[in-house]
């Protein structure tokens, strides 16, 4: 009998160690970024950095994306919802993370867009044709011209612009940024400066929502 | 009923080597769902030898059974090997040429350095090693 209770008393602490190491983890890292938020901002958003969304806008949904992952594809439509729900509120920053095999170079295509204001029509063209241009998670580059020449981009111009060398001086300080934010996945994303933990859509509605009411008591009534 | 010393002893290395695997795989299991590492090959094989300890060892703790140390030695000297090999790579004593993960997480790249030198591949093999050692000390007094 003793022994049972001994192996059971073990097995209950192991858990609970586990369990409260977790919870410690997430929010001293929580506390870590939100400090980081305020005083190294520019971790967050770079000059370099596309934004969307109202100067004025007190809640930024900062996001580290890669163009040939399927749950940015997916999450793009979803951040929409949020900026048309709350008008003027959000603000939306993209990061650059390519973590797939070959994203880089369609990174490369998106900030030569941005160059000629076209940032956001392209991404939302490369996610909604992302299947057509990625096989077994490669991104198989030559697949996306024909696709932006359809859509009405000038394909020309950011070919011409993608090889900048400036451009991969921008993707190197992306990643070096989502190393110190610790992001290993995509879409990372933060609001406030804090991170969407543990990853899911109504984990990330009920983030949006707390820092809304947080900087907008008008939502609250 | 008094159960003899040495079963007694026994029963004791089998709960310890249980304590060690359990704490390595609940240790595994924050470094990749709460801190976010995503496992190499490597890390993964081992894996697949330390999660089944947990559930296995303590069917021989109740009632006590010395033979399920020697069920358990097979999974752990393949962790072993497995650990072994791992950490050759990830000091670079093992070309990197010849590593088997080509694809996804590099088995090299480094998560946790403690105080300097104690990295996650080498946490598994002291498992490994005690586990096995444990497991090898009840087998031979049980024989």
Not at chain 1, 8 to 14: E, F, K, N, P, Q
Not at chain 1, 38 to 53: C, K, L
Request: with cysteine.
């Amino acid at each position: 009998m003793n022994r049972k209770i001994v192996f059971g008393i073990s097995a209950v602490a192991l858990v609970a160690a586990f369990i409260i190491a977790s919870s410690l983890y997430k929010t001293q890292r929580a506390k870590k970024l939100g400090f980081m938020a305020q005083e190294n901002a520019s971790t967050f958003v770079r000059d370099h950095s596309p934004i969307r969304g109202d100067d004025a806008a007190k809640v930024y949904i900062v996001e580290f994306t890669d163009p040939a992952c399927e749950t940015c594809a997916a999450f793009s439509d979803f951040l929409k919802q949020f900026m048309v729900a709350y008008p003027g509120k959000i603000k939306l920053v993209i990061r650059y993370a390519p973590f797939h095999h070959g994203s880089s170079d369609v990174v490369k295509i998106l900030v030569a867009a941005k160059k000629h204001g076209k940032f956001w029509e392209t991404l939302d063209v490369l996610y909604a044709s992302q299947a057509q241009w990625t096989e077994h998670h490669q991104v198989i580059v030559d697949r996306v011209w024909p696709i932006l020449e359809r859509a009405g981009l000038d394909v020309s111009a950011i070919r011409a612009g993608m090889n900048d060398p400036e451009i991969n001086r921008i993707i190197e300080q992306d990643l070096a940024d989502a190393q110190v934010l610790d992001v290993r996945k995509t879409p990372g994303l933060f609001v406030n400066g804090k991170p969407l933990d543990p990853f899911g859509a109504r984990e990330f509605r009920e983030l949006v929502e707390s820092e809304l009411r947080a900087n907008y008591p008008e939502l609250t009534r | 009923m008094r159960t003899p010393p040495t079963a007694e002893r026994d029963w004791n290395l089998l709960f310890a080597c249980w304590l060690v695997a359990a704490a390595s795989a609940l240790g595994s299991l924050f470094f990749s769902e709460v801190m976010g590492f995503a496992p190499c090959v490597l890390c993964w094989y081992q894996r697949i030898a330390l999660f089944p300890l947990v559930l296995i060892l303590p069917m021989g703790l109740f009632p006590f059974d010395a033979k399920a140390a020697k069920f358990a030695l097979p999974l752990t000297m393949a962790g072993l090997l497995t650990a072994l090999y791992h950490n050759l790579l990830y000091a670079g004593l093992i070309p990197r040429s010849i590593q088997p993960c080509a694809q996804g997480v590099s088995c090299t790249e480094k998560y946790i350095e403690f105080f300097g030198f104690i990295s996650i591949p080498l946490l598994s093999l002291l498992a490994m090693a005690a586990t096995t050692a444990l497991l090898t000390i009840v087998i031979r007094r049980s024989h």
